[in-house]
Structure formats: structure tokens, C-alpha cells
């Protein structure tokens, strides 16, 4: 069985930090690149940040690029989201994402709340 398990989230003041995490189960984690998307209300998914399989290459959204670092660990199956100087406009559920090809595996989302 799948499982994409997102952690991490919850209220933060402006200019804050938070670390999401996400463990994964029931598949090749190491053989997957993962991302980190967010959806905030009335908005349209986005993606946020991408990590190769092995981790060795990253890409970032413009609007996250200098706060945001997107790690993995292949020994622990898990993939983490470091948000830094966050801002009321980084509001929204944040959903870990797997994929190799055409397979895709989408975690429950976790909130993240940036609010004074």
C-alpha cells in the first residue's frame, strides 16, 4: 500500500520558519523524483519545489526561491520542505508528490498557516 504521510505544518508568524516532511511507504522511494506542491483557497495547485531521485538536482518556484530548500533521505524514505521568511502569501495545504514516469502518488496535504 502507498502512503505519503506530510508533516510539519501549522501556524507561523510572518518571517517565520517551518520544516514539512514526508514519509513514504510501499514503493521505491529512491527510484522516484518527489515534489512539494501547495494549493492555497480559490487558487489552482502549484508546484513549489522538485528533487531528483538521487537528490542531486532541484528546481524552485520563482515565488519560494531563496526561502524554500527541498532535501531528501533515501535511507529514511523521506523527503523535507525547509521554508524560511515565510509570508502570509505562502498560506495554503502543502502536498508531497511522487514521480517516475507516468506513475504519481499524491500524499493527504498538510496546512501551513502564516499569519500574525
Known amino acids: 500500500q502507498v502512503q505519503l504521510v506530510e508533516s510539519g505544518g501549522g501556524l507561523v508568524q510572518p518571517g517565520g520558519s517551518l520544516r514539512l516532511s514526508c514519509a513514504a511507504s510501499g514503493f521505491t522511494f529512491s527510484s522516484y523524483a518527489m515534489r512539494w506542491y501547495r494549493q492555497a483557497p480559490g487558487k489552482e495547485r502549484e508546484l513549489v519545489a522538485a528533487?531528483?531521485?538521487?537528490?542531486?538536482?532541484?528546481s524552485y518556484a520563482g515565488s519560494v526561491k531563496g526561502r524554500f530548500t527541498i532535501g531528501r533521505d533515501n535511507a529514511k524514505n523521506t523527503v523535507y520542505l525547509q521554508m524560511n521568511s515565510l509570508k502570509p502569501e505562502d498560506t495554503a495545504v502543502y502536498y508531497c508528490?511522487?514521480?517516475?514516469?507516468?506513475?504519481?502518488?499524491w500524499g493527504q496535504g498538510t496546512q501551513v498557516t502564516v499569519s500574525s
Open positions: 508528490n511522487a514521480l517516475r514516469g507516468v506513475v504519481m502518488y
Open positions: 528533487i531528483s531521485s538521487t537528490g542531486g538536482s532541484t
